[in-house]
Nanobody, 128 residues
Framework: QVQLVESGGGLVQAGGSLRLPCAAS????????VGWFRQAPGKEREFVAA????????YYADSVKGRFAISRDNVKKTVYLQMNSLKPEDTAVYYC?????????????????????WGQGTQVTVSS
């Protein structure tokens, strides 16, 4: 089993940056794919970014491409979401999620229902 804890959220002005760590605890984090999702008030949870275990392939929502970057440190069992050029529409609760995935699962990484481990979320608020 893997437990996930997000941190790093807060209030930032438009144009600013934040880095969100997602720390995993448990016996192992090997072979887990990790995704970041977000949910704004009154909206459905949406995909933001994902990273695979094996070769660290990355996937991004169109709305964050070029502004956000996902990375992972497998020794520290932590996945990071670097968010730059933040916009008010990026305001949401950000969640990290994981699933044991030793091979490539293609479009599954975009799917909320595919992940079976979730963190509690961290609030990001971007002021205009």
């Amino acid at each position: 089993q893997v437990q996930l804890v997000e941190s790093g959220g807060g209030l930032v002005q438009a144009g600013g940056s934040l880095r969100l760590p997602c720390a995993a605890s448990g016996r192992t984090f090997s072979n887990y794919a990790v995704g970041w999702f977000r949910q704004a008030p009154g909206k459905e949870r949406e995909f933001v970014a994902a990273i695979t275990w094996s070769v660290g392939m990355t996937y991004y929502a169109d709305s964050v491409k070029g502004r956000f970057a996902i990375s992972r440190d497998n020794v520290k069992k932590t996945v990071y979401l670097q968010m730059n050029s933040l916009k008010p529409e990026d305001t949401a609760v950000y969640y990290c999620a994981a699933r044991f995935a030793p091979t490539n699962y293609g479009d599954s990484y975009y799917n909320t229902d595919w992940y079976d481990h979730w963190g509690q979320g961290t609030q990001v608020t971007v002021s205009s």
